[in-house]
């Protein structure tokens, strides 16, 4: 099947900084990429649809200011999350659909982000 | 926008028993419902699917069915192995360009043996 590839894995960070969390599908051009974000023990919430060329839609209740997203090629969704609190840790993950016919959904790994 | 339910939040069976989950979802024009396999920090895993035109479809120990009218699905796992305790999460989606798949809240299973 398609690939997804997310990066970091993870990361920790401190308070008031930045982290960018790379989204890439590596063998299919994705015009659209999703970010999720997933509580501990909760279900996969959509925060926003990024759009190549375009600006982000976001979901409500996501501040765009907040978790900025670049989708600058076909294969290349980025999410910085900017000035990071502990109430951001979290865990990230991104989703592609190829198209084409294929109606599967490819998820990335993950990112586990934990701000301290 | 899409809303699914989905139940029960946790569900726990002998090994060898069946296991049943259920999702309703809200938006007629979801045409595409996939159930999803999620193990501690790893991305969800697609294990069955099932299209709007189908009412059943099965693989092995697990199967999906869908009722269009009522707008519910169902996965049905039979002979559950301790193997199969995870969390799962069905999903709905309109199949169209840019769009996403949207999760019910998920079920965690436990399969003791």
């Known amino acids: 099947g398609a690939v997804v590839s997310q990066h970091p894995s993870r990361v920790i960070c401190k308070s008031g900084t930045s982290v960018k969390i790379e989204c890439r599908s590596l063998?299919?051009?994705?015009?659209?990429m999703f970010w999720y974000r997933q509580f501990p023990k909760q279900s996969l919430m959509l925060m926003a649809t990024s759009n190549e060329g375009s600006k982000a839609t976001y979901e409500q209740g996501v501040e765009k200011d907040k978790f900025l997203i670049n989708h600058a090629s076909l294969t290349l969704s980025t999410l910085t999350v900017t000035s990071a609190h502990p109430e951001d840790s979290s865990f990230y993950i991104c989703?592609?659909?190829?198209?084409?016919?294929?109606?599967?959904?490819?998820f990335g790994q993950g990112t586990r982000l934990t701000v301290v | 926008g899409e809303n699914v339910e989905q139940h029960p939040s946790t569900l726990s069976v002998q090994e060898g028993d069946s296991a049943v989950i259920k999702c309703t979802y809200s938006d007629s024009a979801s045409n595409y419902f996939p159930w999803y396999k999620q193990e501690l920090g790893k991305r969800p895993q697609l294990i069955i699917d099932?299209?709007?035109?189908?009412g059943e479809k099965k693989d092995q120990r697990i199967a999906v069915t869908l009722n269009k009218t009522a707008k519910h699905f169902s996965l049905h796992i039979t002979e559950t192995q301790p193997e199969d305790s995870a969390v799962y999460f069905c999903a709905a989606w309109i199949d169209q360009a840019g769009t996403a798949l949207i999760f019910g809240k998920g079920t965690t299973l436990s399969v003791s043996s």
């Open positions: 989703s592609a659909h190829p198209g084409a016919g294929v109606t599967e959904a490819f």
């Open positions: 063998d299919f051009q994705a015009t659209t």
């Open positions: 099932i299209r709007s035109n189908v």
